[in-house]
């Protein structure tokens, strides 16, 4: 489903990813981890279209980045730190506004259902603008999966969630897992990540340098990994 080839991300002088090599399968679910300034969150821009390698090949369902990139587009849903919803639309205005972006006909009767997936039916009609932080979390992930995609790409999504929005966002992954879909999540948070990822990567220095199953939803299992390859606690 994703396979990256010798991706090399460049700003300047700084080198944010050295040569680094990935393939996630249909059906996985993955969790990103690694300290600050390893590369996670520019990874996930890159597998995004977000933001141009330096050199490498990306492939997403056997469609090269490079040349196919608003098919690729199609297949992503992504859930960076910023909501990227228009703060001045209610919840519905702006899941209109996304699906239609994505050619989406049952977009009216889709973004309902998400708003009421997320638990915001009473805030329809309200601009998000005046949403508390958990709220306006919970409008960016029906944003993220408004268009059905099948890869989800999250960055940090459980960061100053409250245990409902939590929950809500866990379920969506879950599901997502259960339809056979793809997920990467870049997290430190080693609880939700035990909880809902089949495998996890370690990335240190712009590289992967681990890469193992989780079994059994082993917090422990994902502690002491990061322990024997990063040390300190994930961050």
Same mark, same amino acid.
């Given at each position: 489903?994703?396979?990256?080839?010798?991706?090399?991300?460049? @700003?300047?002088?700084?080198? @944010?990813?050295?040569?680094?090599?990935?393939?996630?399968?249909?059906?996985?679910?993955?969790?990103?981890?690694?300290?600050?300034?390893?590369?996670?969150?520019?990874?996930?821009?890159?597998?995004?279209?977000?933001?141009?390698?330096?050199?490498?090949?990306?492939?997403?369902?056997?469609?090269?980045?490079? /040349?196919?990139?608003? /098919?690729?587009?199609?297949?992503?849903?992504?859930?960076?730190?910023?909501?990227?919803?228009?703060?001045?639309?209610?919840?519905?205005?702006?899941?209109?506004?996304?699906?239609?972006?994505?050619?989406?006909?049952?977009?009216?009767?889709?973004? /309902?259902?998400?708003?009421?997936?997320?638990?915001?039916?009473?805030?329809?009609?309200?601009?998000?603008?005046?949403?508390?932080?958990?709220?306006?979390?919970?409008?960016?992930?029906?944003?993220?999966?408004?268009?059905?995609?099948? @890869?989800?790409?999250?960055?940090?999504?459980?960061?100053?969630?409250?245990?409902?929005?939590?929950?809500?966002?866990?379920?969506?992954?879950?599901?997502?897992?259960?339809?056979?879909?793809?997920?990467?999540?870049?997290?430190?948070?080693?609880?939700?990540?035990?909880?809902?990822?089949?495998?996890?990567?370690? @990335? /240190?220095?712009?590289?992967?340098?681990?890469?193992?199953?989780?079994?059994?939803?082993?917090?422990?299992?994902?502690?002491?990994?990061?322990?024997?390859?990063?040390?300190?606690?994930?961050?």
């Amino acid at each position: 489903m994703i396979k990256v080839d010798s991706l090399v991300k460049k @700003i300047g002088d700084k080198m @944010i990813l050295r040569n680094l090599h990935l393939e996630v399968a249909a059906g996985d679910t993955v969790a990103v981890l690694g300290p600050n300034g390893a590369g996670k969150s520019t990874l996930l821009k890159i597998l995004a279209t977000l933001s141009k390698p330096t050199s490498g090949e990306i492939s997403i369902n056997q469609l090269s980045l490079k /040349k196919n990139v608003n /098919k690729v587009r199609e297949l992503l849903g992504f859930l960076p730190h910023a909501s990227l919803l228009y703060e001045h639309f209610s919840p519905l205005e702006n899941l209109v506004f996304f699906g239609k972006l994505y050619g989406m006909k049952d977009v009216e009767e889709r973004a /309902k259902a998400l708003v009421r997936q997320v638990g915001l039916s009473f805030f329809l009609n309200e601009p998000v603008k005046g949403f508390s932080r958990g709220m306006i979390q919970r409008v960016a992930i029906a944003r993220a999966i408004v268009h059905r995609p099948s @890869i989800l790409l999250l960055d940090e999504p459980h960061t100053g969630l409250d245990q409902k929005a939590i929950g809500i966002l866990n379920d969506v992954v879950l599901a997502h897992q259960q339809e056979g879909k793809t997920t990467l999540i870049v997290t430190h948070d080693i609880k939700q990540a035990a909880l809902l990822c089949n495998r996890a990567i370690i @990335i /240190k220095g712009g590289k992967v340098v681990d890469d193992f199953l989780i079994e059994d939803q082993s917090e422990a299992l994902l502690l002491e990994r990061y322990h024997q390859v990063i040390g300190g606690d994930p961050e």
